[in-house]
């Protein structure tokens, strides 16, 4: 019997239906990009109210999509960590109103745990053990993941996370919302040389990272200390795309050797990326070559799951197959996860 699984923790309300063989049946995602853009970047209350209009027709256009109905479900999935606390606490509620109208059991999902399963829906064959890499927007962490459930934090970032520096140096360069996207498409027109970028806490051991000096670096490239205000800062569209294709190298040059790192140290097989930044092709091509260069295999997830989406929550088919469902009075875990 198939499983509805629920995403929303940050923008995106999201459903799937996932068969017990992993197929998809049915999904929906709706993007909130266009309420947040006026204001360049996510405001948590907008997200919230906009959570609780869409949730219903998400949940009803996956199961139509699927062709079936409440009574059909083996069980019901949904997000409740981490995120924005007013946008997770539409799914849970959602969920577990489902759950008990429908008599079906709870199943708690770990959105940063999803984004790596993505990998192995992606994959024919078992990708575990491995090393995992999230890379979002409020998250860069690394794993040592002997099964989809169980996960040995390495390490993160300290401040911004690489989808964030992405978000702000767009926003400085006034690339609209959201910046990531834009920055890289720009990066594509200029030379990644062209500024001399740190590299932060490369060469320190462990597999911390930090983007706060590299975006600050950025900011310096772009307007003197104690500037705020980028709006009145004019700059060739060459000098924009230089500075884009600098920061994104720097970005990648450190993701790539933390994430090498971490395959030598725990002598992994394979290497599984996921979250919004792995859709960047220049990261992409960057783990690709490492992973040719050092004998591993790659596997990053596919385009239509770096983002978030509901798919991912078929992680949710391992967990009922160890028997972890969740209780009704199951609570949110907002803000970001570190070390864990």
Same mark, same amino acid.
């Given at each position: 019997?198939?499983?509805?699984?629920?995403?929303?923790?940050?923008?995106?309300?999201?459903?799937?239906?996932?068969?017990?063989?992993?197929?998809?049946?049915?999904?929906?995602?709706?993007?909130?990009?266009?309420?947040?853009?006026?204001?360049?970047?996510?405001?948590?209350?907008?997200?919230?109210?906009?959570?609780?209009?869409?949730?219903?027709?998400?949940?009803?256009?996956?199961?139509?999509?699927?062709?079936?109905?409440?009574?059909?479900?083996?069980?019901?999935?949904?997000?409740?960590?981490?995120?924005?606390?007013?946008?997770?606490?539409?799914?849970?509620?959602?969920?577990?109103?489902?759950?008990?109208?429908?008599?079906?059991?709870?199943?708690?999902?770990?959105?940063?745990?999803?984004?790596?399963?993505?990998?192995?829906?992606?994959?024919?064959?078992?990708?575990?053990?491995?090393?995992?890499?999230?890379?979002?927007?409020?998250?860069?962490?690394?794993?040592?993941?002997?099964?989809?459930?169980?996960?040995?934090?390495?390490?993160?970032?300290?401040?911004?996370?690489?989808?964030?520096?992405?978000?702000?140096?767009?926003?400085?360069?006034?690339?609209?919302?959201?910046?990531?996207?834009?920055?890289?498409?720009?990066?594509?027109?200029?030379?990644?040389?062209?500024?001399?970028?740190?590299?932060?806490?490369?060469?320190?051991?462990?597999?911390?990272?930090?983007?706060?000096?590299?975006?600050?670096?950025?900011?310096?490239?772009?307007?003197?200390?104690?500037?705020?205000?980028f709006s009145n800062i004019n700059l060739s569209d060459q000098a924009k795309a230089d500075i884009c294709a600098s920061f994104q190298a720097a970005v990648v040059d450190v993701l790539v050797a933390k994430s090498v790192r971490a395959v030598k140290a725990y002598e992994a097989g394979f290497l599984i990326v996921g979250?919004?930044?792995?859709?960047?092709?220049?990261?992409?091509?960057?783990?690709?070559?490492?992973?040719?260069?050092? #004998?591993?295999?790659?596997?990053?997830?596919?385009?239509?799951?770096?983002?978030?989406?509901?798919?991912?929550?078929?992680?949710?088919?391992?967990?009922?197959?160890? #028997?972890?469902?969740?209780?009704?009075?199951?609570?949110?875990?907002?803000?970001?996860?570190?070390?864990?």
């Open positions: 019997m198939p499983i509805l699984t629920i995403e929303s923790t940050c923008d995106e309300t999201a459903a799937a239906v996932i068969s017990d063989d992993g197929r998809v049946l049915g999904e929906c995602v709706a993007t909130q990009e266009t309420l947040h853009e006026q204001f360049g970047g996510v405001v948590p209350e907008v997200a919230a109210r906009a959570h609780v209009e869409r949730i219903l027709p998400v949940i009803d256009t996956a199961l139509r999509k699927a062709g079936l109905q409440g009574a059909d479900l083996d069980a019901i999935a949904v997000a409740d960590r981490p995120g924005l606390a007013g946008s997770l606490l539409v799914g849970v509620v959602a969920a577990k109103t489902l759950a008990v109208a429908w008599k079906k059991p709870l199943v708690a999902i770990n959105h940063l745990h999803a984004h790596l399963y993505a990998c192995q829906m992606a994959s024919d064959v078992s990708v575990y053990p491995c090393i995992g890499l999230v890379v979002s927007g409020g998250h860069t962490s690394l794993y040592h993941c002997t099964s989809p459930l169980d996960l040995e934090y390495l390490g993160g970032t300290i401040d911004d996370a690489a989808g964030e520096a992405f978000d702000k140096v767009g926003a400085m360069l006034n690339l609209g919302f959201p910046g990531g996207p834009a920055v890289s498409r720009l990066a594509a027109q200029g030379d990644p040389n062209a500024h001399a970028y740190p590299r932060s806490m490369l060469k320190e051991p462990g597999y911390r990272f930090s983007f706060s000096g590299l975006k600050t670096a950025v900011h310096y490239s772009i307007a003197p200390p104690g500037v705020k205000d979250g919004g930044v792995a859709a960047n092709p220049v990261l992409r091509t960057g783990l690709q070559t490492a992973a040719e260069k050092n #004998g591993f295999q790659l596997v990053i997830a596919p385009m239509n799951l770096c983002t978030d989406n509901a798919v991912m929550g078929a992680i949710a088919l391992e967990k009922i197959r160890r #028997g972890e469902f969740a209780p009704l009075d199951l609570d949110i875990t907002a803000g970001l996860q570190r070390g864990f």
